[in-house]
């Protein structure tokens, strides 16, 4: 299958710091990312899709200029948590398919802890 | 906006048991339907996908049901072993909008 490639793996950071998470289509052009976050025990909720060259559609309680992302190039999709705090605290994973409707292909997730 | 209801969330079965797992979709304009498997500490995995034209698909122990009409769909796990132990979830496929999960415990 199609690689997605996400980093970094973990991540600890200051409250009220940022931290940018990256996720890269190593064999495939991704036009689509889908953002998730999976607190424990949890599903995966989605925050966010975002299409290369344009601006991304972030679901309903999601604050868009606490989680910015970008989608420049259809291999690079960045989240970044702005002024993150302990709640913030979670698994945070993307997805991307090669074409809509076929299966999407995860990222390795990453796991942040803000303290 | 879309909803995925997945039941039920947790399920234990003995070695060699069938377990079925159901959801159900709001979105009629959904079209592909996949089930994915997530180890813990690990990223999902699909591991069976339908698409509105079938009504059945089968992949040795592994199966989907889907009904169009009552917009549901069912994985269901034959012969079921230790290793089948993991997080299952559905999705519904406009955006992919994932269901709660069901954590299937398979005991020897």
């Known amino acids: 299958g199609a690689v997605v490639s996400q980093h970094p793996s973990w991540v600890i950071c200051k409250s009220g710091t940022s931290v940018k998470i990256e996720c890269r289509s190593l064999?495939?052009?991704?036009?689509?990312m889908f953002w998730y976050r999976q607190f424990p025990k949890q599903s995966l909720m989605l925050m966010a899709t975002?299409?290369?060259?344009?601006?991304?559609?972030?679901e309903q309680g999601v604050e868009k200029d606490k989680f910015l992302i970008n989608h420049a190039s259809l291999t690079l999709s960045t989240l970044t948590v702005t002024s993150a705090h302990p709640e913030d605290s979670s698994f945070y994973i993307c997805?991307?398919?090669?074409?809509?409707?076929?299966?999407?292909?995860f990222g390795q997730g990453t796991r942040l802890t803000v303290v | 906006g879309e909803n995925v209801e997945q039941h039920p969330s947790t399920l234990s079965v003995q070695e060699g048991d069938s377990a079925v797992i159901k959801c159900t979709y709001s979105?009629?304009?959904?079209?592909?339907f996949p089930w994915y498997k997530q180890e813990l500490g690990k990223r999902p995995q699909l591991i069976i996908d339908?698409?509105?034209?079938?009504g059945e698909k089968k992949d040795q122990r592994i199966a989907v049901t889907l009904n169009k009409t009552a917009k549901h769909f069912s994985l269901h796990i034959t012969e079921t072993q230790p290793e089948d132990s993991a997080v299952y979830f559905c999705?519904?496929?406009?955006?992919?909008?994932f269901g709660a999960g069901t954590r299937l415990a398979v005991h020897p």
């Open positions: 339908i698409r509105s034209n079938v």
């Open positions: 997805s991307a398919p090669i074409r809509m409707n076929t299966e999407a292909f």
């Open positions: 979105d009629s304009a959904s079209n592909y």
């Open positions: 975002s299409n290369e060259g344009s601006k991304a559609t972030y």
């Open positions: 999705a519904g496929y406009n955006k992919l909008i």
């Open positions: 064999d495939f052009q991704a036009t689509t």
